[in-house]
């Protein structure tokens, strides 16, 4: 869900005071477009729960000291999640070039799909997880979210220019790393 | 061309990642723990430490008209109060740094010069700001004589207590450390003495004797900074001499004997210091050092040039005194050559200015 400059700041002018109603809001504005996002990242429902959990639980907190977005609200909130991804992947995942395919089951058994939907998505994820952080924020705000590279400028406080070259190198990396499986499984 | 690379690139992108879309969606129960355990969060953050954000908001509130929490409306008005109350003493104790002593805000620029006395903890900034805060006495006492007006007694009371804390605070200060502020002091008072005596023909008839009391005060100063130079130690014991004295005070004369006495002592000059006696006193008694400078003796008869002061013959300025060879008797009007150097000569001019 998405809403207006406006909206957002009366949100989070609300928010300041920790207004339980405005809290509410954002919560209920978010939490699913995070947790989607987290999922889509991490492949596990139970570590993306954790991840909207701390998410939101970053963000009051630093309300409460005061500090938290003057705008932006949406790019705060998934550069947080972000960052918890990025930890998450250092502590729950192997940085690995070569895609286990062990790892999709493990990893991910609650996926539903087919076996080679299932492989397929364990490979993109394990292709995503080996980007840099700002490649992977970047791929997965455009490709995965849908944002324009001005709001993805937002979340990652670069200018558009940034953002774009960010782009063409991880694709190029992605192009790169799935060749390579391909050839490897041929 | 790059754009059309571009295009396809975000294609190509777009259908690899195409997998990773379909994704289950947050289960409606987890959404409602996770919402209740975050609402739960905030409600259980104390709510005083986001004093930031809620003084400002009981501040927005406070100024939109929209009622605010009592007790945090409560603090804002006693924190506001606070701060416009030493914003404001600030800017009137700023102001009241260039008042004059006829001006409302005199009262201010003193009460700020007490305070920084108090807060002031070691002889050496005790003794800067005593002379300092003199200073600023004899500008304005300058200032007034200009005008020609009456300094009143409240101006010269002041200065004699900071001219005599000034004279405390340095012998307070290490040896080195003291003899040369006290030199400095007694340039700075000879320089407002000279000042004061051109401005005194300027002053209302009327004022005139409270310019008399300043340059006779200042005389005093000058001569016990002159001593202090010698011995840094008995300014204190001269000091509680001269308030002993000055329970009249301004009482000229009687004070300026005893510190010219005192002066002699110290130096071994005689009559050149003596201030309040007639000048064929002093005539005889310079003659009499001389003639005792002459024999090479030392030990002239002082006659009654001096009775010294049985108080000071065993007081800190002996040494001084005894430091000459020829001079058994240090109580004694006799002029040594050795006890005798020219500052002690200059500042016992100094009285005659």
């Given at each position: 869900m998405r809403m207006d400059s406006s909206q957002e700041k009366e949100l989070l002018d609300s928010a300041k005071s920790l207004d339980s109603r405005a809290l509410a809001a954002i919560y209920d504005s978010f939490n699913r477009g995070i947790y989607l996002y987290s999922l889509r990242l991490l492949g596990e429902p139970d570590l993306a729960e954790e991840c909207v959990a701390e998410t939101f639980s970053r963000f009051l907190h630093a309300l409460h000291k005061g500090r938290g977005p003057k705008k932006y609200l949406q790019a705060y909130l998934y550069r947080i999640a972000h960052n918890w991804i990025t930890d998450s992947y250092r502590s729950h995942f192997r940085l690995s070039t070569e895609l286990d395919e062990n790892l999709a089951d493990e990893a991910r058994p609650s996926l539903p799909q087919g076996l080679d939907t299932k492989l397929e998505q364990a490979r993109m994820c394990a292709a995503l997880r080996q980007l840099s952080g700002e490649q992977r924020q970047v791929i997965a705000l455009r490709f995965l979210e849908g944002w324009e590279y001005e709001d993805v400028a937002a979340a990652l406080n670069k200018p558009l220019g940034a953002i774009r070259a960010l782009q063409h190198r991880a694709i190029a990396n992605l192009r790169k790393m799935l060749a390579e499986d391909e050839i490897e499984e041929e | 061309?790059?754009?059309?690379?571009?295009?396809?690139?975000?294609?190509?992108?777009?259908?690899?990642?195409?997998?990773?879309?379909?994704?289950?969606?947050?289960?409606?129960?987890?959404?409602?723990?996770?919402?209740?355990?975050?609402?739960?969060?905030?409600?259980?953050?104390?709510?005083?430490?986001?004093?930031?954000?809620?003084?400002?908001?009981?501040?927005?509130?406070?100024?939109?008209?929209?009622?605010?929490?009592?007790?945090?409306?409560?603090?804002?008005?006693?924190?506001?109060?606070?701060?416009?109350?030493?914003?404001?003493?600030?800017?009137?104790?700023?102001?009241?740094?260039?008042?004059?002593?006829?001006?409302?805000?005199?009262?201010?620029?003193?009460?700020?010069?007490?305070?920084?006395?108090?807060?002031?903890?070691?002889?050496?900034?005790?003794?800067?700001?005593?002379?300092?805060?003199?200073?600023?006495?004899?500008?304005?006492?300058?200032?007034?004589?200009?005008?020609?007006?009456?300094?009143?007694?409240?101006?010269?009371?002041?200065?004699?207590?900071?001219?005599?804390?000034?004279?405390?605070?340095?012998?307070?200060?290490?040896?080195?450390?003291?003899?040369?502020?006290?030199?400095?002091?007694?340039?700075?008072?000879?320089?407002?003495?000279?000042?004061?005596?051109?401005?005194?023909?300027?002053?209302?008839?009327?004022?005139?004797?409270?310019?008399?009391?300043?340059?006779?005060?200042?005389?005093?100063?000058?001569?016990?900074?002159?001593?202090?130079?010698?011995?840094?130690?008995?300014?204190?014991?001269?000091?509680?001499?001269?308030?002993?004295?000055?329970?009249?005070?301004?009482?000229?004369?009687?004070?300026?004997?005893?510190?010219?006495?005192?002066?002699?002592?110290?130096?071994?000059?005689?009559?050149?210091?003596?201030?309040?006696?007639?000048?064929?006193?002093?005539a005889q008694c310079s003659d009499q050092g001389k003639s005792n400078n002459g024999n090479g003796n030392g030990n002239g008869n002082a006659g009654r040039c001096d009775e010294p002061d049985t108080q000071l013959t065993s007081s800190p300025a002996q040494p001084a005194a005894t430091s000459a060879p020829q001079s058994n008797n240090p109580n004694k009007l006799v002029k040594t050559p050795k006890a005798a150097p020219d500052k002690g000569n200059k500042g016992g001019n100094g009285h005659k200015k």
């Open positions: - | 061309m790059n754009k059309v690379s571009n295009d396809h690139s975000e294609e190509w992108m777009q259908k690899r990642l195409l997998v990773l879309h379909d994704v289950p969606g947050r289960s409606p129960d987890a959404e409602k723990t996770g919402r209740a355990r975050f609402l739960g969060e905030a409600a259980s953050l104390p709510a005083h430490s986001s004093y930031r954000q809620n003084l400002w908001g009981t501040f927005k509130s406070f100024v939109s008209g929209r009622p605010a929490r009592l007790a945090f409306s409560a603090a804002a008005a006693v924190c506001l109060m606070l701060a416009l109350l030493l914003v404001g003493s600030g800017t009137v104790v700023y102001a009241a740094q260039g008042s004059q002593p006829n001006q409302i805000l005199y009262p201010v620029k003193l009460l700020s010069e007490d305070v920084r006395l108090r807060l002031a903890v070691n002889p050496q900034s005790q003794f800067q700001l005593n002379l300092t805060f003199a200073d600023r006495r004899l500008d304005e006492i300058d200032k007034l004589a200009q005008s020609g007006q009456d300094p009143g007694t409240q101006v010269t009371d002041r200065l004699q207590n900071e001219l005599n804390a000034a004279l405390d605070s340095a012998a307070n200060l290490e040896s080195e450390g003291a003899v040369k502020a006290l030199e400095n002091m007694q340039a700075n008072l000879q320089q407002h003495e000279d000042q004061l005596l051109k401005l005194q023909s300027q002053a209302n008839p009327h004022a005139a004797a409270n310019y008399t009391r300043v340059v006779e005060m200042l005389k005093e100063k000058v001569s016990l900074a002159e001593q202090g130079v010698k011995d840094p130690q008995s300014i204190h014991q001269l000091l509680q001499q001269q308030q002993k004295q000055d329970k009249k005070p301004f009482e000229a004369t009687p004070t300026s004997t005893i510190l010219v006495n005192n002066a002699q002592e110290a130096t071994g000059i005689s009559a050149t210091a003596a201030a309040t006696e007639p000048e064929n006193n002093a």
